[in-house]
């Protein structure tokens, strides 16, 4: 009798540790997706080159470009809409020309769009942008991935002051 009480046991315990460990094999992760950023480049009319951080001053005229990085996390990337003012500011996207054929061809980096292509988890581009007038200028991104709608999009901005 004792012998069946631990098969019985051995049995119940090797159950319940399948069942729990099949609900960790799903692959079921799901991640908010990601965007890096660290400092603009910063061209001023008079010639002058440096970096600067986001939120920091800048003039009308100056060139601004900032590096970002796309991230996916546990999910592939759909797409990023970036939106801004067409009148306060000049804006594009810069794409590698060796990332493109991660794009589909719906996107528009002349405008803000980037539409992905299945599996791609990564992405650099770069933020391209000349303030046209004085004021705060705001940049709103969202970022959307294959997680759910509890992870995705992502929504981000920054405001740069022009003077």
Do not use: Q
Request: net charge negative.
């Amino acid at each position: 009798m004792p012998h069946t009480m631990k098969r019985i046991f051995f049995y119940i315990a090797l159950a319940i540790t399948s069942v729990m460990l099949s609900s960790c094999l799903t692959s079921d992760d799901h991640s908010t997706p990601i965007i890096r950023a660290a400092y603009l480049y910063h061209d001023t009319p008079a010639g002058v080159h440096d970096s600067i951080n986001y939120g920091d001053t800048v003039h009308v005229g100056d060139t601004l470009r900032g590096p970002i990085l796309l991230l996916g996390g546990y999910n592939n990337l759909t797409e990023l809409k970036v939106s801004y003012d067409t009148a306060e500011v000049d804006f594009r996207l810069l794409i590698d020309s060796g990332y493109t054929r991660h794009l589909t061809d719906a996107s528009m980096p002349e405008t803000g769009y980037l539409r992905f292509i299945d599996n791609v988890y990564v992405y650099p581009t770069t933020l391209w942008f000349v303030p046209k007038k004085t004021g705060d200028l705001k940049i709103s991104m969202r970022l959307s991935s294959t997680a759910g709608e509890k992870y995705s999009p992502l929504s981000a901005w920054f405001i740069m002051p022009v003077r």
